[in-house]
């Protein structure tokens, strides 16, 4: 097993796959079957492979989008009105994976208070038309790695969970003033002094909310963290969704997901994974996300080995090295790292330390257990370890980081930008390149040549997929 491991680590620490997530991707799509198929299991896939739908290809467009070779920009037609005049445009891989395995949304959903009957009948729905509510801005990127499923379900189905969940609280959201209460009803009414003498409205349960504190210390939640924790659980929700549907229908490999949501005047920014987004306002760079990388979470991959070894599964150790330690090296002193740790000491080399580490390689090389190298996302329930019986999918969190950004506070210009991007862009250039492409073309926008001149530039720097999405802040204001 360890020679297993070792040999495939050297593969990649030489060069072989500078970029991508997984070490065996090709490994990983021929288990899982591929995205335009069933699979292997002849399971038919939950959603038929596409691109977009905001893109609007014709089938000609969508077999040309896979063009290996000249790896054409496929970008927005000169007509298309998206919200707040947003702009995308995508690139295919130099030949990794057989299709483009990253997805985007762009959806504009309204949030509502729904009657419990109306909720078992929208669960998972499109909206119909109704624009009564409260709007709610959603765009999204999904880096997908080992087969299309999990990006193209994630596309498709992320904003509805969190539209639905919000849909649960929309009274709470009609006031922003005023603090969730701490404890709803089954039904999630607010408190009505007349559901106390057993008056009900439309025939359903009104009980109320506990209308007097029943204890002297409660803390202060604000609607702002109640939207955050929403969309947290949200994560969670379409990853179990994921797992679960996974039992009737073939949906391939994980996705990286890095989604933004305007509500209320905010920007919610949320991220599970390796994909990037950065505001440039009045010309400087704001990041608002964080990557997940086996460096950038090593301590909580450590403590989890450190919890629970059986998931290392007797090949691995949670303990981390400068290097491979040999065996002749047993009962000298060397340094290593350990997850309550930030920097190095030293210790005396034990037989268990001869073991493979858990994170290994350095950078974009980084990877967890030889195999993946990001930390964050969606899917990925059967990733093993090559060649093994040891899953991964305990390691990698479902759970995104969540950060606001108030727009209201901030003066913004007509050349004010939200970019995201996923890591096939990162790893090529900088955050102030991309801006100053973006902002060079909002300059002169009547020159739509332009845009598709300036991403292919972006967008041919590397050899993975690799996806623009831009909207400007200004719009709304």
């Known amino acids: 097993m360890i020679s297993k491991v070792k040999n495939a680590m050297s593969s990649l620490v030489g060069g072989i796959i500078p970029h991508g997530h997984h070490q065996h991707h090709h490994h990983q799509q021929q288990q899982h079957g591929s995205a335009q198929n069933g699979g292997t299991d002849g399971q038919p896939p939950r959603f038929p492979y596409s691109r977009p739908e905001f893109l609007d290809l014709t089938p000609e467009l969508?077999?040309?989008?896979?063009?290996h070779a000249s790896r054409p920009v496929i970008a927005l037609k000169r007509d298309?009105?998206?919200?707040?005049?947003?702009?995308?445009?995508?690139?295919?891989?130099?030949?990794?994976?057989?299709?483009?395995?990253?997805?985007?949304?762009c959806e504009l959903l309204y949030i509502r208070k729904m009657s419990s009957k109306q909720q078992r009948c929208s669960m998972l729905q499109e909206d119909s038309g109704d624009t009564t509510g409260i709007p709610m801005h959603f765009w999204g990127v999904f880096d997908g790695h080992a087969g299309s499923g999990a990006a193209l379900m994630a596309s498709k189905l992320l904003q509805l969970?969190?539209?639905?969940?919000?849909?649960?609280?929309?009274?709470?959201?009609?006031?922003?003033?005023?603090?969730?209460?701490?404890?709803?009803?089954?039904?999630?009414?607010?408190?009505?002094a007349e559901a106390k003498k057993g008056a009900c409205l439309d025939g359903e349960e009104q009980d109320g909310l506990l209308d007097e504190p029943r204890f002297h210390m409660e803390k202060d939640?604000?609607?702002?963290?109640?939207?955050?924790?929403?969309?947290?659980?949200?994560?969670?929700?379409?990853?179990?969704?994921?797992?679960?549907?996974?039992?009737?229908?073939?949906?391939?490999?994980?996705?990286?997901?890095?989604?933004?949501?305007?509500?209320?005047?905010k920007l919610y920014v949320a991220n599970a994974g390796d994909s990037r987004a950065i505001i440039v306002r009045n010309n400087e760079v704001i990041p608002v996300s964080n990557e997940f990388t086996p460096e950038s979470e090593?301590?909580?991959?450590?403590?989890?080995g450190f919890l629970k070894p059986e998931l290392l599964g007797n090949e691995f150790t949670?303990?981390?090295?400068?290097?491979?330690?040999?065996?002749?090296?047993?009962?000298?002193?060397?340094?290593f790292r350990d997850h309550t740790m930030t920097g190095w000491a030293y210790k005396t080399i034990v037989e268990d330390d001869l073991k493979f580490p858990l994170i290994y390689g350095e950078g974009k090389k980084a990877r967890v257990m030889a195999t993946i190298g990001v930390t964050r996302g969606l899917g990925d329930h059967d990733l093993k370890v090559y060649n093994s019986n040891i899953h991964i999918k305990p390691f990698l969190s479902c759970c995104p980081e969540v950060k606001v950004y108030k727009i209201s506070e901030h003066k913004h210009g007509s050349d004010d930008v939200l970019i995201m991007g996923s890591d096939g862009l990162w790893d090529v250039t900088t955050d102030r390149d991309v801006a100053d492409a973006v902002s060079t073309f909002l300059s002169i926008f009547c020159s739509f040549q332009l845009f598709r001149v300036q991403t292919g530039i972006l967008l041919h720097?590397?050899?993975?997929?690799?996806?623009?999405?831009?909207?400007?802040?200004?719009?709304a204001l």
């Not at 955050?228 to 679960?244: C, H, N, P, S, V």
């Not at 090593?298 to 989890?304: A, D």
């Not at 400068?322 to 090296?329: A, F, G, L, V």
């Open 80 to 105: 298309s009105r998206l919200p707040w005049r947003t702009g995308y445009a995508e690139v295919i891989n130099a030949g990794k994976s057989m299709l483009n395995e990253d997805q985007a949304s």
């Open 318 to 335: 949670h303990i981390e090295f400068p290097r491979r330690i040999q065996h002749s090296e047993l009962g000298k002193k060397m340094l």
């Open 461 to 475: 720097g590397g050899n993975a997929n690799v996806y623009i999405l831009e909207l400007v802040l200004n719009i």
């Open 62 to 67: 969508l077999q040309y989008s896979t063009e």
């Open 221 to 265: 939640i604000s609607v702002e963290s109640l939207v955050m924790g929403i969309i947290e659980t949200a994560f969670r929700q379409m990853d179990d969704l994921i797992e679960k549907e996974k039992e009737s229908y073939s949906i391939s490999g994980g996705c990286c997901a890095l989604i933004v949501i305007h509500l209320l005047g």
């Open 298 to 304: 090593r301590q909580r991959l450590q403590y989890l």
């Open 161 to 192: 969970i969190i539209r639905d969940r919000l849909c649960d609280v929309a009274h709470l959201l009609e006031n922003q003033n005023n603090p969730p209460p701490i404890c709803l009803t089954k039904n999630g009414s607010p408190f009505q």
